[in-house]
């Protein structure tokens, strides 16, 4: 990928992390906790994987991206570990919400990570324009 595609990219990416992070507002809004949990979760996904664009960083699942996140962003002390754990927290909630038959997420579990997410997208935009 030429460096012109790959910033492009990015910017595709950081648009695609607030347009789901909207959407989770949305959806919390219509009391949808666990599509709002979901949505939370991929705009945490597409911002750390912009960031990993960014730094040259390739990863193949969702998996990998969060360990060579925490890899490359957090051991490295650029994300604390507080401000790293809303995005490890949402991945294994959305993977309860979207594949758990009879469990539902409340607005207590939204209330507690709509912030923290938020903060986690602004981490991850700043770094990547510093």
């Known amino acids: ?30 009391t949808q906790w666990n599509s709002a949990i979901n949505r939370l ?9 912009a960031l990993l664009l960014k730094r040259g960083i390739g990863a193949k699942s969702h998996a990998g991206v969060i360990a060579k996140f925490s890899e490359a962003v957090v051991r490295t002390g650029e994300m604390t570990a507080d401000e790293y754990r809303v ?4 991945l294994n909630w959305r993977t309860k919400g979207d594949y758990s038959d009879m469990f539902d997420f ?5 209330d507690d990570v709509l912030q923290p997410t938020r903060a986690f997208l602004d981490k991850v935009t700043e770094l990547i324009t510093a």
């Open 41 to 49: 979760y991929y705009a945490c996904f597409y911002s750390a994987s």
């Open 1 to 30: 990928m030429k460096e012109n595609e790959i910033d492009e990219f990015i910017a595709y990416r950081l648009t695609k992390a607030e347009e789901v992070y909207n959407a989770a507002l949305i959806l919390y809004d219509a």
């Open 106 to 110: 409340s607005k207590d579990d939204l």
């Open 87 to 90: 995005y490890s927290k949402l």
